[in-house]
T-cell receptor
Framework: EADIYQTPRYLVIGTGKKITLECSQTMGHDKMYWYQQDPGMELHLIHY???????EKGDLSSESTVSRIRTEHFPLTLESARPSHTSQYLCASSEFGHPNGNTIYFGEGSWLTVV | QKEVEQNSGPLSVPEGAIASLNCTYS??????FFWYRQYSGKSPELIMSIYSNGDKEDGRFTAQLNKASQYVSLLIRDSQPSDSATYLC?????????FGAGTRLFVKA
């Protein structure tokens, strides 16, 4: 079972507010990801990291930013939330450099609503 | 053309039948292949992985890989209503995992 935790699970905030979605994993995985997914729609990779101090933008352009100061922690920040940011955000992790290390483990997701 | 293609469905099968889910990919250099299941409102979870041509069975699930045809499939035998979900095909190329858009499966009781 995956040990990857996201907080908050549900958040409703006003336009213009700054928010940080927290993600932690206890598996010691090097690689971490943030995906964005609207209900019934496909996953979109917005950020990923190969390890500490590594961050990369994903396939979908996003106004969010991420940081990776510790292996286990990969927070996502929106400096000024807008209604278009309303979505589900899924944090995930995987091993890196292991022959079977491509399995991606997902957290339970953070549902963000910007009003 | 998307790198990983799946029929969006919905695929509807009666309880007890075999559900067949298909996926094609465009890059011949792809190395590993995965099937994830995602229930509505939940996160994706791994069902199976397959790395070499042929069939791989795990309980009621069989993954099939044909690298020459760039084709991956998932068979679900004795389908149950609890199998109703979206099934995501994922393909690994280098350090990158590419997800398909998913196929919605409904199993009718």
């Amino acid at each position: 079972e995956a040990d990857i935790y996201q907080t908050p699970r549900y958040l409703v905030i006003g336009t213009g507010k700054k928010i940080t979605l927290e993600c932690s994993q206890t598996m010691g995985h090097d690689k971490m990801y943030w995906y964005q997914q609207d209900p019934g729609m496909e996953l979109h990779l917005i950020h990923y990291s190969y390890g500490v101090n590594s961050t990369e933008k994903g396939d979908l352009s996003s106004e969010s930013t991420v940081s990776r100061i510790r292996t286990e922690h990969f927070p996502l920040t929106l400096e000024s939330a807008r209604p278009s940011h309303t979505s589900q955000y899924l944090c995930a992790s995987s091993e890196f450099g292991h022959p079977n290390g491509n399995t991606i483990y997902f957290g339970e997701g953070s549902w963000l609503t910007v009003v | 053309q998307k790198e990983v293609e799946q029929n969006s469905g919905p695929l509807s099968v009666p309880e007890g039948a075999i559900a067949s889910l298909n996926c094609t990919y465009s890059d011949r250099g792809s190395q590993s292949f995965f099937w994830y299941r995602q229930y509505s409102g939940k996160s994706p979870e791994l069902i199976m992985s397959i790395y070499s041509n042929g069939d791989k069975e795990d309980g009621r699930f069989t993954a099939q890989l044909n690298k020459a045809s760039q084709y991956v499939s998932l068979l679900i035998r004795d389908s149950q209503p609890s199998d109703s979900a979206t099934y995501l095909c994922a393909v690994v190329r280098g350090f990158k995992t590419i997800f398909g858009a998913g196929t919605r499966l409904f199993v009718k009781a």
